[in-house]
């Protein structure tokens, strides 16, 4: 009990803390979240960079659009429109600190202005090519041959392998090496037969192994070396032809799948990495930041996933697996993949027949010229059918080769059959046919009805407009190459090169598909154009190898347009394509043609032709050139 003189306790109050001591800690947390957004304000807007053009900017959006600036932001395209609503009236600082941060230290963002007359398009994109196999070719070109031997002091293969052993002494020093090249066209030659394994038997030639792949990849020729180590042959191939004389012997050609029979050398870690590395620096110095490779091995996309995971590809490349049904579940679906996510696989790629050039091409009836043979057929229905809905249910795109009526009209009704029994969305599924050469009128228009994808390279239309008519006479011949009836049928057509059978060059397409004509101007049907109603306007040969192709590989919502969220991949080309009254071109400037090793003829040089790629950029960074 408390004593008298003890107080009653008395409840405790608070402490009583001075204003400015509460508030500090609030404005510590205020400016640190001040300082910490300049400096993300400030990094980001460090890689910022606006890109003008007085000629245009062809945005390839909806409208086609043509925009004076857009601004770049890491690795997306984040304003576009005139040049004082994207550069003088910045509007990447909504914030009142962004503001006032604008304010203190002026705008960040740097503005690269094209020269005049410059334009600047979305990168483009090949639908359709062989990325090693292009660096594979450059090593022996034959293309410039114009015969077997010499002939009219024309270039000859002879001499020019011959002159390759010259100039590479570890090949010439060791018999056991194989000599391989790509290019050769006997449709350009004297006779415009098929070579034979004799032709190789020069002194310095004879006891050589020699295999030379056709410009179409789809015959290769062989020495008598390589014939007599191949040993005894079997009498007929399913899906190719060995070519035999008179009395049955082997004359040194095969066709399709024949070609699986020549024992050629496995590339090794290394040749793969010379050959991309090839093509890689050729695609960049002529615009492309997009390749659809059309047959890649399961070796081969093990190589392209080492590559990605060492952020060696310096664009964007979409494989199509080229492996049988019963295998697929081995290869990996890729998406974006690698340290810069510009490596993807979800196609795979089959093939129904050969090619028109080898009188491989499947076709309805005979062939004009030799009424002996309708093609081959690499596949039956049965096997396709299989094949394709074996994919299908596994997810897979679907991406077929075929050249004649014969190989579209099957792979169109294979395509029906899978899509009708297993209720499947063509927008979802996308099956493509590759090439779509040589249709009826009938096909033409099921492509569009169907929702198919036909993906054509228009180089292969000037290339084999000189015999084409001679292989499928007048009346087949109205539904080969009908470029602009098929886009207007299906709505979206990619484009490609199917290079190395075609340049590199997407610039010799574009120019192919509004012009229809040689690098030189002319045509078997003047210089208005072979089949001129099949030509593409501008605006439509732009989108196939931009928007068009980026719809057939998945990527239309990220690539192919020059559009905000879009991924900044572009290109500045030195002048106008994309107008009728595009600057002409100035004597002694090179041409890009259609083929490496061909030369336009003094005094003509079309302005397409004669266009230079000022900058490639791959994500925001330049790739090539400069801006």
Request: aromatic share 8%.
């Amino acid at each position: 009990m408390a004593s008298r003189t003890e107080k009653a306790p008395q409840p405790s109050l608070p402490i009583q803390t001075p204003r400015r001591a509460r508030t500090w800690p609030l404005l510590v947390c205020i400016l640190a979240s001040g300082l910490a957004y300049l400096l993300w304000e400030f990094r980001e807007n460090a890689s910022k960079y606006a890109v003008c053009a007085t000629a245009g900017v062809y945005t390839v959006d909806n409208d086609d659009s043509v925009a004076e600036c857009f601004i770049v932001k890491g690795n997306v395209i984040s304003a576009v429109g005139r040049r004082d609503q994207v550069v003088e009236r910045d509007t990447t600082f909504p914030s009142m600190i962004g503001m006032v941060y604008q304010t203190i230290l002026g705008k960040v963002t740097k503005v690269y202005d094209a020269p005049p007359g410059a334009i600047i398009v979305p990168g483009l994109a090949d639908a359709h090519a062989h990325i090693l196999q292009n660096g594979f070719k450059q090593q022996l070109q034959l293309e410039s041959a114009r015969s077997v031997h010499e002939y009219n002091r024309h270039l000859d293969i002879v001499t020019l392998l011959e002159a390759y052993l010259a100039a590479h002494p570890d090949v010439a020093a060791d018999p056991d090496r194989w000599i391989q090249g790509m290019g050769w066209d006997q449709t350009k030659w004297p006779g415009q037969r098929f070579p034979t394994a004799s032709d190789l038997s020069s002194p310095l030639l004879r006891d050589r192994f020699v295999a030379l792949t056709r410009v179409d990849a789809h015959a290769t020729w062989v020495s008598s070396r390589v014939l007599e180590s191949m040993g005894s042959l079997p009498d007929t191939v399913e899906g190719g032809e060995i070519v035999r004389d008179a009395d049955g012997n082997a004359t040194g050609v095969f066709l399709d799948a024949a070609v699986s029979l020549i024992p050629t050398p496995l590339w090794s870690e290394a040749d793969m990495k010379g050959y991309l590395d090839t093509t890689m620096q050729q695609a960049l110095s002529f615009g492309l930041t997009s390749i659809h490779d059309a047959m890649a091995t399961p070796e081969e996309i093990e190589f392209y996933m080492r590559q990605a995971d060492a952020g060696k590809l310096p664009l964007h490349v979409y494989l199509m697996a080229h492996t049988p049904a019963s295998q697929i579940d081995e290869i990996p679906r890729l998406e974006n993949y690698g340290k810069h996510g510009r490596l993807s696989l979800r196609a795979v790629k089959m093939f129904t027949d050969g090619a028109l050039g080898s009188w491989g091409a499947a076709l309805l009836a005979p062939y004009t010229d030799r009424p002996e043979t309708s093609g081959i057929m690499r596949a039956s229905r049965a096997n396709v059918t299989d094949e394709v809905r074996a994919y299908c249910r596994a997810g897979w795109q679907v991406n077929i080769h075929c050249i004649g009526d014969r190989a579209n009209r099957l792979a169109l009704d294979v395509f029906e059959s899978v899509m009708e029994e297993d209720g499947v969305d063509p927008k979802v599924w996308r099956p493509r046919i590759e090439h779509a050469q040589i249709m009826t009128a009938e096909d033409l228009q099921r492509v569009g009805k169907m929702g198919v994808i036909p993906s054509v390279q228009p180089t292969h239309a000037t290339s084999d407009m000189w015999y084409a008519e001679d292989r499928l006479g007048p009346d087949r011949i109205q539904g080969a190459y009908a470029y602009r009836t098929l886009r207007e049928a299906a709505s979206v057509l990619p484009l490609g090169s199917d290079f190395p059978v075609e340049g590199v060059n997407p610039l010799a397409g574009f120019y192919a598909a509004v012009a229809r004509t040689a690098p030189d101007g002319s045509s078997p049907h003047g210089e208005g154009g072979w089949f001129p109603a099949q030509r593409l306007t501008r605006a439509q040969a732009l989108r196939g190898m931009t928007r068009d192709a980026a719809y057939a590989s998945f990527q239309e919502s990220k690539m192919g347009r020059i559009q905000p969220g879009y991924a900044a991949d572009f290109v500045v080309l030195d002048r106008n394509i994309m107008s009728e009254e595009s600057t002409t071109a100035q004597p002694g400037e090179t041409v890009g043609v259609t083929k490496a090793a061909e030369a336009t003829p003094a005094g003509y040089t079309d302005p397409i032709l004669a266009t230079r790629v000022l900058a490639t950029v791959v994500g925001g960074k330049v790739a090539y050139g400069s801006l």
